[in-house]
């Protein structure tokens, strides 16, 4: 995956949206924009990707930026269960099966 | 509506014993992958099958560990002769096909201990 830049750490309050940033300069026009996240002692969650639109599920929203420079991860109303490490990525067209974090966002939900 | 299920969940063993762990990924996921993840390092790629095939074993970090995965479904990985640099949270994932278009669902891993 190529590199992408993320802040270290995060801290929100529960129920309260939070926007977590992450910068891709570097991007390639067919690569997808991932975001995985992990609870301590777990796997890694997928919790959204998308190409040029903008995304929303059950988890969350993803804004994408219209240069595709950049993106947003949006959880809409936090809980206590949200607190991870968040990771931006985006799989290098060839290889996108070999998913590779980096530091990531430590986001952490305050009660 | 299982996940992508691990076992053991935990394995410790002595230093030059063989392990074996395994993966059952979700069912009709064509792609799996096997990653593995020390303490607070990121995510190494290890390999990756389509079907019964691994187009991509080039994370295996030596001879000593193998991977197969039968009837395109349950995947297990072999490590021969034990070091303790082997220890470490050994993930699989499994996908709907390996595209980078596709999500990649993990299992909570083994995590592996080498005494």
């Known amino acids: 995956d190529a590199k992408t830049t993320q802040p270290n750490s995060m801290e929100s309050n529960e129920e309260e949206p939070v926007h977590l940033p992450c910068n891709h300069s570097?991007?390639?026009?067919?690569?997808?924009i991932h975001w995985y996240r992990q609870l301590p002692s777990q796997g890694p969650e997928y919790v959204i990707h998308?190409?040029?639109s903008n995304v929303n599920n059950r988890m969350a929203s993803l804004a994408i930026a219209e240069d595709r420079k950049s993106s947003t991860l949006i959880l809409h109303r936090a809980t206590l269960r949200d607190a991870a490490v968040y990771y931006c990525?985006?799989?290098?067209?060839?290889?996108?099966?070999?998913?590779?974090f980096g530091k990531g966002t430590l986001l952490t939900v305050n009660p | 509506g299982a996940g992508v299920s691990q076992s053991p969940s935990n394995k410790v063993t002595e230093k030059g014993k063989d392990v074996e762990l395994r993966c059952d990924p979700i069912?009709?996921?064509?792609?799996l992958y096997w990653y593995r993840q020390s303490l607070g390092q990121g995510l190494e790629f290890l390999i990756y099958?389509?079907?019964?095939?691994?187009?991509?074993k080039s994370g295996l970090p030596s001879d000593r560990f193998s991977a197969e995965r039968t009837g395109g479904s349950v995947s297990t990985l072999t490590i021969q002769r034990t070091q303790q640099e082997d220890s470490a949270v050994y993930l699989c994932a499994s996908s709907f096909a390996g595209y980078s278009n596709q999500p990649q669902h993990f299992g909570d891993g083994t995590r592996l201990s080498i005494l």
């Open positions: 069912s009709g996921h064509t792609a």
């Open positions: 990525i985006h799989p290098l067209t060839g290889s996108n099966y070999k998913l590779t």
């Open positions: 998308g190409l040029t």
């Open positions: 570097t991007i390639s026009g067919t690569d997808y």
């Open positions: 099958f389509q079907g019964n095939s691994a187009p991509d």
